[in-house]
């Protein structure tokens, strides 16, 4: 909830399903967009041009609600006071308890084992909530939007040691036995993460969720480091 009581203040909002254009940052900063709306910088930031956007103009008595996972940009266009306050949403409530479910995957599996366990569970996850059939488009566009600008403005290094790391388990694995393998086990973690998912209203809050919870997953389970790169290795082997 946002209060204007003096002075005036224009809003920039973007929808959910603007997420694309938008190029959010890396999690868990979700809730912050690369792209200076005042100056994108259209050859860091190609897709920005196409983004739809809302526009609400505030003075003194107004209130203006931002609804969860609408991004939003502030300009102060005279003298101003306001008042905002941070309400715990349902959507934020359902994924605090998505982050605090235990990831099924075994103590005793080393590095490769859980490399390979968190791509295939990644896949369920995305099979699951059905968030398209494309899964490597899905991949691709979290690593398109949320890193490769931070890679060509050298923000991010490419790591060839890290991505060499990924590269030998990816393309030294039998992805069908190991398929068959774990998803018995990893079917546990999963039902009780659908239900959850299940509860988030609109598809287009559902993607920023998941791709949010894959960055998230990468991260805890492979390493902050290998993030970009798992990312990368996935949606060039992903079928």
């Known amino acids: 909830f946002f209060v204007q009581l003096q002075g005036r203040k224009r809003f920039t909002l973007f929808p959910p399903n603007q997420t694309l254009y938008l190029y959010p940052c890396l999690h868990p900063h979700f809730g912050h967009s690369q792209v200076d709306i005042l100056n994108p910088l259209p050859q860091l930031y190609p897709l920005f041009e196409g983004s739809e956007c809302h526009f609400a103009e505030v003075g003194p008595g107004d209130m203006l609600v931002v609804p969860p996972y609408w991004y939003h940009h502030v300009e102060t266009l005279e003298e101003s006071v306001s008042v905002n306050v941070w309400s715990d949403a349902p959507e934020y409530a359902l994924m605090n308890k998505i982050y605090e479910k235990s990831i099924p995957f075994d103590e005793d599996w080393g590095w490769p084992e859980l490399t390979r366990a968190t ?3 990644t896949k369920m996850i995305l099979e699951a909530v059905g968030i398209e059939q494309n899964y490597r488009s899905f ?3 979290i690593r398109n939007q949320r890193y490769q600008p931070l890679v060509f403005s050298n923000k991010l290094l490419i790591n060839e040691s890290l991505y060499q790391d990924l590269f030998d388990v990816f393309h030294t694995t039998d992805w ?3 398929t068959l393998h774990y998803v018995p086990l990893l ?3 999963l039902a ?3 239900p959850l ?7 287009s809050t559902l993607r920023v969720c998941v791709g949010n919870y894959v960055e998230h997953l990468v ?3 492979i390493g902050l480091e290998y993030v970009y790169h798992f990312l990368l290795m996935s949606s060039r082997v992903w079928n």
């Open 119 to 121: 791509f295939i569970y």
């Open 176 to 178: 069908k036995e190991k």
């Open 139 to 141: 991949i691709y566009n």
């Open 192 to 194: 009780e993460l659908k």
């Open 197 to 203: 998912f299940n509860q988030i209203p609109g598809k």
């Open 187 to 189: 079917k546990r973690g």
């Open 219 to 221: 991260h805890r389970v």
